[in-house]
């Protein structure tokens, strides 16, 4: 059979599908942006209007990115179900921890004082301009490898149930991930440009509904595909019994260090900026109770997926394990229909975090950069909206540009984003509950991680040894995931620095621990 036939036997109904799901997102982007009002305020932060229910889609939506779907299922594939236990699990718990002691605290924080950025908390909290920006080009440096995850998984996806479809037009007949990338930022940024931050809310919404519906369905007919759960899980014993032990592949010292990983959700400024549009601290309860149920609806079934997919013998299309749930679904799914809804439902899941986090960095850069140094009364709402609008497109263009050259791996490059984050963790909780913690012991903090960090993303990514190269899996330090590192030193630091350094101000205390203040 020539590859012009075989083209013709391959079915594009799963585009078209596709195609139908994004329109959709268009249109409910037009009816999103006729909400709003028209004021920076709206833009950023949704007027704080925002109530439980679409907190909670918003928050998990934003929350559950390429790397819990995609990322997570190679990862499953390679290692085993114990991935559940590295991130899920822990995950879960963490997470509705975090939103309980930080969110609601920072919340009312923002709400008495009418921050709008994480950013804005910061410099007020610690005395300090100069915080301000060194917490900036930080931030955006860790959010951009987190749109790229998106960006990479979408691409993947993709690329791999859409194989032989179109031979005379791309290279191995399948969508190439710059193209795929291209229309998921045209797509986001078309409702984000006029509606901000309220247009996510509603997206991540619909999206977090399809991609949960879609999982269990992908779960269900893929389970049936390879004859129920009990036989696929016999398969995979049998072909790969290392996959189904409890840790699989994984250290003990890495598996309980992964553990800090989920802290990162304490600094995720998109996320901080999603808190602050809640109408009331009561808003907060369905997001508590429910995040835990619905990180275990989304992973058990793509880890599940993964392990299967190595024990019936599927492989990493071009040795990308990003492609590997695409390529099982493509494989076992030969309803045409049901593999576009299914890969609708894993674009659903990557979009619903872009939005929010280019939101946040056109927030970022307009209120703690330009507003911070010229003024507020020097611009109109309507030169606000815009300034952020202008920036957000910037960083879409930067991460495009990124995403041509991906690294292998989106949940080791996720792992690494979210340590960074999870290594400020210590600098938010302690401007939250001690009192004693001083601008210079965050800003020294800050810096010792930031180059700690730094030197090992260069040895595990950027310049790895030939060693390394040929050992693959995880980078691990004494045993230990990075994150045990970084945070060691971020903690030690600011407790160290802050004990020797003038302590802040009363009037600062008072403002931030005394709930009587302002």
């Known amino acids: 059979m020539t590859i012009a036939q075989a083209a013709a036997n391959v079915s594009l109904i799963p585009i078209y599908v596709i195609g139908v799901y994004l329109a959709l997102l268009l249109l409910l982007g037009v009816f999103s942006a006729r909400l709003f009002r028209g004021t920076s305020a709206d833009y950023f932060v949704a007027s704080r209007s925002i109530g439980p229910f679409l907190l909670l889609m918003s928050v998990f939506g934003t929350t559950m990115t390429a790397f819990a779907l995609v990322g997570s299922t190679g990862k499953a594939f390679e290692s085993g179900i114990g991935v559940y236990g590295l991130m899920a699990s822990s995950s879960g718990l963490v997470h509705s921890l975090v939103f309980f002691f930080i969110g609601i605290k920072l919340w009312a924080i923002g709400k008495r004082y009418n921050y709008v950025t994480q950013i804005q908390f910061f410099r007020a909290r610690f005395e300090s301009n100069a915080l301000g920006y060194l917490l900036f080009p930080i931030l955006v440096g860790l959010v951009i490898p987190y749109l790229l995850i998106g960006l990479l998984g979408a691409g993947a996806t993709v690329a ?113 900026q999603h808190w602050l549009t809640a109408k009331s601290a009561k808003t907060f309860r369905l997001t508590v109770i429910a995040h835990p149920l619905f990180i275990m609806i989304v992973w058990v079934p793509c880890i599940l997926i993964g392990v299967w997919a190595m024990g019936e013998g599927i492989t990493a299309p071009r040795g990308n394990v990003n ?108 401007a939250l509950y001690w009192k004693r913690v001083t601008k210079t012991g965050a800003i020294a903090s800050i810096l010792a991680m930031t180059v700690v960090w730094f030197v090992l993303f260069y040895q595990d990514v950027i310049n790895p040894s030939a060693e390394r190269i040929a050992e693959g899996g995880d980078y691990l330090v004494w045993g230990m995931m990075p994150v045990a590192i970084t945070f060691a030193v971020s903690s030690l630091t600011l407790v160290v620095v802050s004990l020797i350094t003038k302590p802040p101000s009363e009037s600062t205390i008072e403002k931030f621990f005394d709930l009587k203040a302002g």
């Open 323 to 430: 492609a590997v749930l695409g390529a099982t679904v493509g494989r076992l799914l030969h309803d045409p229909f049901m593999t576009g809804l299914l890969t609708a439902g894993i674009l659903a899941a990557i979009m619903s975090s872009l939005d929010s986090q280019f939101v946040c960095l056109g927030s970022m850069f307009t209120n703690d950069i330009v507003i911070h140094a010229t003024g507020r009364d020097r611009f109109t709402d309507r030169q606000i909206i815009m300034m952020g609008r202008m920036f957000i497109v910037f960083v879409v263009a930067i991460t495009f540009v990124f995403s041509l050259f991906p690294p292998p791996k989106i949940f080791n490059l996720a792992v690494w984003c979210f340590s960074g984050f999870a290594s400020l963790f210590p600098i938010v909780f302690a």
């Open 160 to 272: 791999a149930i859409s194989r032989g479809m179109f031979p005379d037009i791309f290279e191995g007949g399948s969508i190439p991930g710059w193209l795929t990338g291209l229309v998921i930022c045209s797509v986001v940024l078309f409702y984000i440009f006029f509606g901000g931050l309220r247009s996510a809310a509603w997206a991540n919404a619909f999206q977090t509904i399809v991609f949960m519906i879609t999982g269990v369905i992908a779960f269900t007919l893929i389970s049936q595909a390879l004859g129920g759960v009990t036989e696929a899980s016999s398969q995979t014993l049998a072909n790969a019994p290392d996959l189904l032990a409890r840790e699989g592949m994984i250290g003990h010292a890495q598996f309980l260090t992964y553990m800090l990983v989920p802290l990162s959700v304490g600094m995720f400024p998109h996320l901080f």
